[in-house]
């Protein structure tokens, strides 16, 4: 039996990844390392990697975050105001 793990906190980008476990053994291993020893692309990928965890396929947006995965005040302002 193979088990895969997903896992995200409240600090989207950080303190998430994803794993398989069999036999006792982790492989495919996907873990985001600190927020300051990301790259800028590393920030994006974990950044949604988390939103999806934790939000599936809600829109982005309706939590603050625009097409590049930054979060901004104004995006999330812009969706209330159009929803």
């Not at 097409?67 to 901004?72: A, G």
């Amino acid at each position: 039996m193979t088990f895969a793990i997903q896992f995200a906190d409240e600090d989207t980008g950080s303190n998430c990844g994803t794993y398989r476990i069999k036999d006792g053994a982790k492989f495919d291993e996907d873990i985001a390392p600190r927020w300051p020893d990301q790259s800028d692309e590393d920030k994006r990928r974990y950044t949604e990697m988390a939103f999806r965890i934790r939000y599936g396929d809600a829109d982005p947006a309706s939590h603050g975050y625009g097409p590049d995965w930054v979060y901004s005040e104004d995006v999330y302002e812009a969706y209330e105001a159009a929803n």
